[in-house]
């Protein structure tokens, strides 16, 4: 039986393209645009879907799975900028949150984290286009946190650029005597993001834990 999936922010640069992979993507079947610009809301199609598919924005996204967690629907959460402490998966519900679901970014960070036990002078700059609601952004702020985790400084400073013209690039710069080493990730399409939110949809009811953070996890 296909996942029945519904996409919160449908109308949005980033719900438009997961509409289209959902639709695109063999066992997946997409129930619900949900956007208040489409006139759809979250509460009348919960009662249809599996699994919810978040992308809207930091002032509404907490909202928005505390109502798939009260219905017991998983959620696939891209939005960034909220508080994830205040998210407590029940009912069965399970919930993925990925501040990047590329898999470039993911790459990225994990390689961050190896040169920061060498290197453990680093520093973080994010460009995004103007429209991003929050700064910094949340690959950014995950980056930093998983270079202290792996034995980096407590505070990674980080940089943030909003300009027309981008989508969104990250570069961690690594500074020692005599050498520097830069870690850069540019998105080009929001395409990028697509493989690895049809991989969540297909594997957050499945996840060991109800609450996963990071798309590493749930990567073969
Ligand atoms: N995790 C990732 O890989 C990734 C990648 C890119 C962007 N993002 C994040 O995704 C979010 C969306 O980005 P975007 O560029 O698509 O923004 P956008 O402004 O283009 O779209 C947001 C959409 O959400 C809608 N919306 C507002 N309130 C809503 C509600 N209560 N329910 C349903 N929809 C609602 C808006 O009408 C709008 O259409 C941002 O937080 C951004 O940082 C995450």
């Given amino acids: 039986m296909a996942i029945r999936v519904a996409v919160?922010?449908?109308?949005?640069?980033?719900?438009?393209?997961?509409?289209?992979?959902?639709?695109?993507?063999?066992?997946?079947?997409?129930?619900?645009?949900?956007?208040p610009a489409l006139g759809v809301d979250l509460a009348d199609v919960l009662g249809e879907v599996d699994v919810v598919v978040d992308f809207t924005r930091p002032d509404v996204a907490l909202g928005n799975i505390q109502a798939c967690i009260a219905a017991g629907v998983h959620a696939v959460v891209g939005t960034t900028g909220f508080d994830l402490a205040e998210v407590k998966p029940a009912n069965g519900a399970k919930v993925l949150i990925a501040p990047n679901f590329a898999i470039g970014a993911v790459l990225l960070m994990q390689f961050s984290q190896q040169a920061a036990k060498y290197m453990p002078k680093v520093e973080i700059i994010e460009l995004h286009h103007d429209q991003k609601l929050d700064a910094p952004s949340g690959t950014a702020a995950r980056t930093a946190r998983m270079i202290t985790e792996a034995g980096g400084p407590a505070e990674v400073p980080i940089h943030s650029v909003r300009l027309p013209g981008i989508i969104a690039n990250q570069e961690v710069i690594f500074g020692e005597v005599g050498q520097t080493l830069t870690i850069r990730h540019d998105t080009t399409d929001r395409r990028s993001f697509m493989p690895g939110v049809v991989l969540a949809v297909r594997k957050v009811a499945s996840m060991d834990q109800d609450l996963v953070v990071g798309l590493e996890h749930i990567l073969d």
Avoid: W
């Fill in 8 to 35: 919160a922010g449908a109308a949005g640069k980033m719900g438009l393209a997961t509409c289209e992979a959902v639709e695109a993507a063999a066992g997946l079947e997409l129930i619900a645009r949900v956007d």
